[in-house]
């Protein structure tokens, strides 16, 4: 496994302003992916990011309103633009080595928008 | 479309009892995983088993897989108030490249 960390741990937002949550691997990974968990539900992802070139979004989420990098093999950072109190949501990021092999998960970033 | 579904959606036990969560999928998978969510933190991973093999073990952990029925099973033996937790099944479908589809989870309470 790896040790994966995620800044801010948690934060509070104004609706309408725009947060963005790091990813940080301690080791080159081939794959990270965002996913997002509503109160009480399970994950959902958002996006697979791309290493060098733009993420693929899930059906339901847009490049505009989830804008996210990944300059490196150890890092990608996920920003939750033009907030609303929908968007209150804890965001996780994981990783993988390869295909077919475990994904392990970032302790998530708990957003809350007032 | 939700892929895995999981039942039950809680369970509560006693301290030294089993527990056992269900989760069924639709598609063909490489591989299920099982995690584990104490509040609302992180997710931890439990074990991963792919869509060639039937059982795994690991500690007090048991999966299963039944490609045929799409389900898979996760016991946890001689249970303990620590095992408190959400536990989620994600699957790695064979088209989706790793991209993985959660369940609704199992809330588990151990009592002690």
């Known amino acids: 496994s790896a040790v994966i960390s995620q800044k801010p741990s948690r934060d509070i937002c104004q609706r309408g302003t725009s947060l963005t949550i790091q990813c940080q691997v301690d080791?080159?990974?081939?794959?990270m992916f965002w996913y997002r968990q509503q109160p009480g539900q399970s994950l959902t992802l958002i996006a697979t990011?791309?290493?060098?070139?733009?993420?693929?979004?899930e059906s339901g989420f847009v490049i505009d309103k989830f804008p996210i990098s990944r300059p490196n093999l150890t890092f990608s950072t996920l920003t939750v633009s033009n907030m609303s109190p929908e968007d209150s949501s804890i965001y996780l990021c994981?990783?993988?080595?390869?295909?077919?092999?475990?994904?392990?998960f970032g302790p998530g970033t708990r957003l809350t928008v007032t | 479309s939700q892929q895995g579904e999981e039942d039950p959606q809680a369970l509560s036990i006693q301290e030294g009892e089993n527990a056992t969560m269900n989760c069924s999928y639709k598609t063909s998978i490489n591989n299920l995983q099982w995690y584990r969510q104490n509040s609302g933190r992180g997710l931890v991973h439990l074990i991963l088993?792919?869509?060639?093999?039937r059982e795994k073990h690991s500690g007090r952990l048991r999966v299963t897989l039944d490609t045929s029925k799409k389900s898979s099973s996760l016991l946890i033996t001689a249970s303990r108030a620590a095992d408190t937790a959400s536990y989620f099944c994600a699957t790695d479908a064979e088209t989706s490249g790793s991209r993985l589809t959660f369940g609704e989870g199992t809330q588990l309470t151990v009592n002690p």
């Open positions: 990011a791309n290493q060098g070139s733009e993420a693929t979004y």
């Open positions: 994981s990783v993988a080595w390869t295909a077919n092999y475990e994904q392990y």
């Open positions: 088993i792919r869509s060639n093999e």
């Open positions: 080791s080159q990974v081939t794959m």
